[in-house]
């Protein structure tokens, strides 16, 4: 999906602002040019010819056995000089998976940029969605319509859509589940907006509300949920639980899509009603968290452990060689 090599960007598909494309651009604005040029960076995708005068680097973005990550196989890695991932579950997977030796792979979390609060206090508690809709977005809208029943103070900001990473054609499959939101009374789908406006609507959201299905391999809209001082309802699903790090309303994820229904609802029930009591202990819960998520997931730590990374591969040898990879491409 996106390159960097010789210190530029180079996207695969131009429309893409994921997290993918995200993280990319962060480094090239943060890194040194200097330290870059000497490396080619692949994040997700392989697209261009390796180039030998360069210290070659993998960082898997998306979930083990995806066909995007075939090359990985039969000692493909080998032709990198490290493999980089985004959680240590996702790295333990790949291992496992492609045969990857622990000394070839490197963990770099993902990071964001701090979140302000700024809670309005004016009776309404506000939920918010706003990962792709494949990811559970079928099983959050029935129980908020179920749970509107029950409580006439909660409303639902939806930003979901594939645009982001300039698949709009992928919307088709959700198009009747759009039309439902957007049926609902206390629901507002504003489809995909810039990621500058939905961290203005986190910084007045009470519940980040997700009901994964997806295996995240990482999380930022996780991250900025936990930064905003979000209660973050979600299950223990992919590398969610590295993520939180025991700091959210996480529940055990099920294979059954109706029983995970009735989890997230007896979840989300009640982080509603914390919500509405304000207990002290609890909202200096928050606060914690959030400092947490500000501090672990901070842009100038993950910097500095990039630029430490990339300077201890500095005296490798760029060519393959055989009796560094045992491999030739």
Not at 110 to 121: E, G, T
Not at 122 to 146: M, N, Q, S
Not at 193 to 216: G, T
Not at 290 to 302: D, G, K, P, Q
Request: charge should be negative; charged fraction near 20%; proline fraction near 4%.
């Amino acid at each position: 999906m996106t390159e960097i090599n010789n210190g530029n960007l180079i996207l695969a598909n131009k429309d893409a602002n994921g997290g993918t494309e995200y993280i990319a651009r962060k480094m090239i604005e943060l890194i040194p040019f200097d330290l870059l040029s000497h490396f080619q960076i692949f994040h997700s995708r392989l697209r261009s010819p390796l180039d030998e005068t360069k210290l070659r680097i993998f960082v898997a973005h998306d979930l083990v056995g995806d066909p995007e990550s075939d090359h990985l196989k039969n000692g493909g890695w080998k032709k990198f000089h490290k493999i980089v991932f985004v959680s240590n579950w996702q790295m333990q997977t790949y291992m496992n998976y492609y045969n990857i030796p622990w000394n070839h792979c490197e963990v770099i979390h993902n990071a964001i940029d701090p979140i302000d609060w700024n809670k309005q206090n004016d009776g309404r508690i506000r939920l918010i969605y706003h990962p792709t809709p494949h990811r559970g977005l079928d099983i959050l809208a029935p129980v908020f319509e179920k749970l509107c029943e029950k409580h006439d103070d909660i409303y639902l900001d939806v930003f979901s859509s594939f645009k982001l990473y300039g698949w709009e054609q992928r919307d088709e499959p959700y198009k009747k589940l759009f039309e439902k939101l957007e049926s609902m009374e206390r629901v507002t789908n504003h489809g995909t907006v810039s990621n500058e406006e939905i961290r203005k609507h986190l910084a007045q959201a009470d519940i980040f509300a997700y009901p994964s299905v997806w295996m995240e391999t990482s999380c930022l809209c996780l991250m900025e949920s936990m930064s905003a001082g979000l209660i973050c309802v979600h299950p223990n699903y992919g590398a969610l639980f590295e993520t939180a790090a025991n700091w959210t309303m996480q529940y055990q994820w099920n294979e059954n899509r109706n029983v995970h229904g009735n989890i997230f609802y007896a979840a989300l029930n009640n982080a509603i009603n914390l919500t509405r009591e304000k207990n002290p202990n609890f909202i200096k819960q928050l606060q914690t968290q959030s400092v947490y998520a500000n501090i672990f997931y901070n842009w100038e730590l993950r910097k500095a452990q990039w630029e430490n990374f990339l300077k201890s591969l500095l005296h490798l040898p760029r060519q393959f060689q055989t009796e560094m990879f045992s491999y030739k491409v």
